[in-house]
């Protein structure tokens, strides 16, 4: 099926325009380098968000991990079995089944987190880090392990398509600040400081009903100017069921002006390639857009991302 052209009349940013706005969102010098906006997830925070929980339903925030290759996903993990399988079991004693898996984990199909380390941008990390901390054996700086005892808050998922009245939103339009804001009146939810945001474009659901597509070339995302809401609501983490950023992108020199701005600018860790179908219905069956969320990435301290599955719990 042909894809749509791109959406028009979202308005582009010059790149002295992008400069100025990354200086407006850019965290404070005197934040945290290691963990960023995570340090928005103070203890206070995550009881209050504890406070979620009602009716003790638990819910997914992951696509499962895709095996075989598409347009969006040209290296899919690969699963091998290692172990006893059919055709070797033995009809008596003790044998395990085992399996390896390879991935790429900052594809455009996995559910995935971004580390603070994955962007680079004029030569250096968030917080000024220089990037030579990335090295051929592994990050040394602001990877994974600054979320190695998980990530937990309250959950906010925003519904664009659902304000707009579609299904999803075509590739290459904009969610804008103003559509964030109108989400928030129509859910009847406010986002706040610490929270873990979640907006929902409806990728999964148009890939799923529509087939894949090489999402790296065409995608809805959010415009950049849409991330002064993150830094004046001060979210601690950022996650949506595309990558975020808009392609094409509409900045001048700046393919991913939102990854730029979210990891580079605010220290924000982003949840990728997520799926809010299931969450979506259970958020309309239970009458509420919050919720505790879980996030617990692997132990992988040279990472610049991990696989993840984040749970909402109601």
């Known amino acids: 099926m042909p894809l749509p052209a791109p959406a028009a009349g979202a308005p582009r940013l010059t790149a002295a325009e992008f400069a100025a706005l990354y200086a407006r969102v850019r965290r404070p010098a005197g934040a945290s ?12 925070r995550v009881r209050a968000a504890a406070a979620e929980v009602r009716s003790g339903r638990t819910v997914t925030m992951a696509a499962p991990v895709e095996t075989e290759p598409g347009p969006d996903d040209p290296e899919p993990c690969e699963h091998v079995m290692t172990g006893a399988v ?42 000024g880090v220089d990037a030579d901390s990335v090295t051929p054996e592994g990050a040394t700086a602001l990877t994974v392990e600054a979320a190695h005892d ?28 103003e559509d964030l804001t109108a989400a928030e009146r129509a859910q009847g939810v406010r986002v706040g400081a610490g929270d873990l945001l ?38 601690a983490v950022l996650g949506g069921d595309g990558n975020h950023d808009t392609a094409p992108s509409c900045t001048e020199g700046v393919d991913f ?12 860790h982003l949840l990728d390639y997520l799926q809010f179908e299931d969450l979506a219905e259970v958020c309309e069956a239970e009458r509420r857009w919050s919720f505790l969320c879980v996030v617990a990435p692997l132990r992988l301290p040279d990472a610049t991302g991990s696989p993840v599955n984040p749970i909402a719990v109601f």
């Open 198 to 235: 979640f907006v929902r474009v409806g990728h999964r659901r148009r890939r799923a009903e529509l087939g894949a597509w090489r999402a790296a070339d065409l995608r809805a995302g959010l415009h950049p100017s849409a991330v002064e809401f993150l830094r004046d609501r001060r979210v």
């Open 86 to 127: 059919r055709g070797s079991i033995a009809s008596t004693g003790l044998q395990f089944a085992r399996d390896r898996f390879t991935m790429n984990v900052h594809g455009d199909a996995d559910s995935h987190l971004d580390a603070l380390c994955h962007v680079i941008y004029d030569g250096t990390l968030y917080g």
């Open 150 to 177: 998980g990530i937990v808050g309250r959950g906010v998922l925003l519904d664009v398509p659902r304000l707009r009245g579609v299904p999803w939103l075509e590739p290459g339009d904009h969610v804008t600040l």
């Open 33 to 44: 380098p290691r963990r960023g906006a995570l340090e928005e997830l103070t203890p206070d």
């Open 257 to 268: 002006p939102v990854h730029v701005l979210a990891i580079h600018a605010m220290g924000l």
